[in-house]
């Protein structure tokens, strides 16, 4: 099984990336990134899976449609990841959805296979808590817009982190591949890159994944670029690497055959201690790179 997907392997139909259950090998998680021109249109049937929309670049139109009804939701979008938080759309399972854009732009539809069907909502800017998560080198920026306890999916858990050029994130390693209730739950999880450039040169990452125990070797070590993919099904992960003068951007998307909808972790045990360093450090004085607006409009 290849984990590491450079940008233009993951292609299918009208995706520049199209992460299913089947072609990753395992049972909930999805991610696709549309492209659409000035203009552009693409529809899709959301099947036995919720979909949250979400520009990462350009503003869009959703319309989901199913046996309850229609609904149409505005998404006014951003220039680009490094440059605010998005608007989302839900779009619910079994509905048929339509994306269009006037002005065009990248979209991802992060999803998970569910079992109930929720109704089709807006997500607002203006609610999606932006966190700051460690300090020092370790300094990260979390946009919690679909985050357990925050917006409310079936299965689906989606969140994006930002971490300045330099700084580590994704650490210390952790890992939620094993059933725990109350400590650990099991989820799939895929990591979408994309790096912010420096006088027109491109940036770059690494990120790593290594085994956590028998039957669960995932084991990785890439150069991740724009684009890029990473599909982690078990195992310890982290750090993810900015490279200095590269802010770096990854799309997280999990699901799992958990009951209660959860991000419950176990800290790798050699580097668990980073974390009792954080109160006597500042957080990176870059972040946040944005907050969420005031109001929605």
Not at 10 to 34: C, F, N, Q
């Amino acid at each position: 099984m290849t984990y590491h997907l450079p940008a233009g392997k993951a292609l299918g139909g009208p995706y520049i990336v199209d992460v299913t259950p089947e072609k990753a090998g395992w049972g909930h998680s999805s991610l696709r990134i549309l492209e659409l021109p000035p203009g552009g249109t693409h529809s899709f049937e959301a099947g036995d899976s919720e979909w949250i929309v979400v520009p990462l670049s350009g503003g869009c139109t959703v319309a989901a449609a199913d046996d309850f009804g229609r609904e149409t939701f505005e998404l006014r979008g951003r220039r680009d990841v490094f440059s605010g938080v998005s608007d989302f759309a839900y779009v619910p399972r079994d509905a048929r959805a339509t994306v269009t854009s006037a002005a065009g732009g990248r979209f991802a539809l992060t999803g998970a296979r569910c079992t109930r069907r929720l109704p089709a909502r807006y997500g607002p800017a203006s609610e999606v808590p932006v966190e700051l998560r460690g300090t020092g080198n370790c300094s990260r920026q979390v946009n919690n817009f679909g985050a357990a306890g925050v917006f409310e999916c079936d299965k689906l858990i989606a969140v994006e982190v930002i971490t300045p050029g330099g700084n580590w994130s994704s650490f210390p390693p952790h890992k939620h591949d094993e059933h725990r209730p109350g400590e650990e739950s099991v989820l799939e999880e895929i990591y979408y890159f994309e790096f912010a450039d420096h006088d027109g040169i491109p940036g770059l990452g690494y990120q790593r994944v290594s085994p956590s125990g028998p039957g669960r070797d995932t084991d990785v070590l890439a150069e991740v670029r724009d684009g890029d993919v990473v599909l982690i099904p078990d195992g310890w992960h982290g750090p993810s690497m900015a490279t200095p003068g590269h802010h770096m951007y990854y799309l997280n998307v999990m699901a799992g055959p958990e009951d209660e909808r959860a991000w419950l972790i176990c800290d790798h045990p050699d580097h668990a201690w980073v974390r009792d360093t954080w109160p006597d450090q500042p957080v990176d004085s870059r972040l946040p790179l944005y907050t969420a607006p005031e109001t929605s409009a």
